[in-house]
């Protein structure tokens, strides 16, 4: 269970989604602090420290999203970057074994990511999201089926909500990741909570 935000995802101060977030079970979170009106330098990096320090005290792993220096300067568990980004293999030697998470959506490129020894890759987008301006075309879980039997942890993103969740993990896909289903949710805690349930339940 994914949660990915950045201050520009919510309508309330960051660190207390974060934290209801956590209370209703998501397994892994990442910042991504971009699009309109996101935060930069110092207030990025201090929004940074105080979201890495919910997640420690939680043990839920720590990911920023494109900004490699960000995450070395912040000691994140991991980064995640996408095809537009600095190339996978200079990446991962810049981050040593920290976890390392790709955005895929081909044989092609997931071929390439394992090369440069991706931990999972993030397919998408599987519904039409609003979140990102640029995202590619909706491929529903046709690139999920495609790319499951690399045997790499893979999570769906792009629209996924509590009604749609378990056709991505049915798809094949280890989990999901969300953006606005929880982040803009009236009760936080339990929009993930149920997300959380969906995805189990839809396992067994
Ligand atoms: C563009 C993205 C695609 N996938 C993922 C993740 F869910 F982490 F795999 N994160 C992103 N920021």
Known sequence: ????????????????????????????????????????????????????????????????????????????????????????????????DKVLGVSVHSREEAEKAIRAGADYFGVGPIFPTATKEDAKEVQGTAMIEKLKDFGIPMVGIGGINADNADIVTNAGADGVSVITAI??????????????EKIEGGKK
């Open 183 to 196: 982040s803009h949710a009236e009760d936080v805690r339990a929009a993930a909570a149920g997300l959380r």
């Open 1 to 96: 269970m994914y949660f990915i935000a950045g201050s520009t995802n919510c309508l309330k101060e960051p660190v207390e989604v974060l934290e209801e977030a956590i209370l209703g079970g998501i397994t892994i979170f990442q910042y991504r602090e971009k699009g309109e009106g996101c935060l930069c330098d110092s207030e990025r990096l201090e929004l940074g420290k105080r979201l890495r320090n919910v997640c420690r005290e939680n043990g839920i792993p720590f990911i920023v999203n494109d900004h490699i220096e960000l995450a070395l300067e912040l000691d994140a568990d991991g980064v995640h970057i996408g095809q537009e980004d600095e190339e996978a293999l200079q990446v991962r030697e810049k981050i040593g």
